[in-house]
């Protein structure tokens, strides 16, 4: 007979908390950047943290001087052309996953405790991705939400992983068992508005004294000391 399970819920986001992947995405953004507007950019040339596939790319593009009627009349074609470049990018990348994740995954999944995925990133790149480092048997389609799909307002974005953790397991998490594992601090302040615990992770582009300045309740440097 299956364990009930705990009513504490485990967020996770996805690049930079639980994996390192950024050649992969960059060389997916490049080609889609050059595709739709014809323009050589890089993720290193904008602030890509905690957004959307539309709005990294959307970003590029201005940067490089694409006018903004130019990239409204082709921001349709950025989704698809991302998923297929992702794609390819990643049959010949590799993907790492950070320090302590592994275990700590498999300690909260032996305690029972549910948890689920939220991203910025689309259904199609996250479930490749997921497929390919493994851990599609911590986090199946019906918890994940993702950004490029449904919201790009993170608080939005964080609330429909909640909710849909809630449907999967008919459980009311309460705010105080609830934990958000985040490596930018727009997810942390995502995290503090719905009044949820926030875990904060210096394993992402913005470092550890940039993440203690918005006041996480915890704050790691990494998952290596996972217990």
């Not at 953004?29 to 290193?44: D, L, M, P, Q």
């Not at 405790?113 to 991705?129: H, K, M, N, Q, R």
């Not at 986090?139 to 964080?158: A, H, I």
């Not at 992770?201 to 998952?223: C, I, K």
Request: with cysteine.
């Amino acid at each position: 007979m299956p364990q009930k399970l705990n009513n504490k819920l485990c967020i996770f986001d996805y690049h930079g908390t639980l994996i390192w992947a950024l050649d992969i995405h960059d060389s997916a953004y490049s080609r889609t950047v050059e595709e739709i507007y014809g323009v050589k950019g890089s993720v290193h040339d904008v602030y890509f943290t905690a957004s959307t596939i539309q709005n990294i790319t959307i970003s590029i593009a201005k940067n490089k001087g694409v006018s903004g009627e130019i990239i409204e009349s082709k921001r349709h074609l950025i989704l698809p052309a991302y998923e297929r470049h992702f794609k390819d990018a990643l049959e010949h990348g590799e993907i790492h996953l950070l320090p302590g994740v592994p275990e700590l995954l498999r300690s909260l999944q032996e305690n029972n405790i549910p948890i689920c995925l939220y991203t910025g990133e689309s259904f199609v790149s996250i479930d490749a991705v997921m497929r390919k480092s493994g851990l599609d048997r911590y986090f199946p389609e019906d918890v994940r939400s993702s950004g490029s799909n449904e919201t790009d307002d993170r608080t939005e974005l964080l609330r429909l992983a909640i909710e849909k953790a809630k449907v999967k397991h008919r459980i009311a998490f309460p705010n105080g068992e609830t934990y958000l594992f985040d490596d930018s601090t727009k997810g942390l302040e995502a995290g503090k508005s719905l009044g949820i615990v926030t875990m904060g992770v210096a394993t992402g582009p913005q470092s550890y004294d940039e993440l203690l300045t918005h006041s996480p309740t915890h704050l790691f440097r990494d998952f290596s000391d996972y217990k």
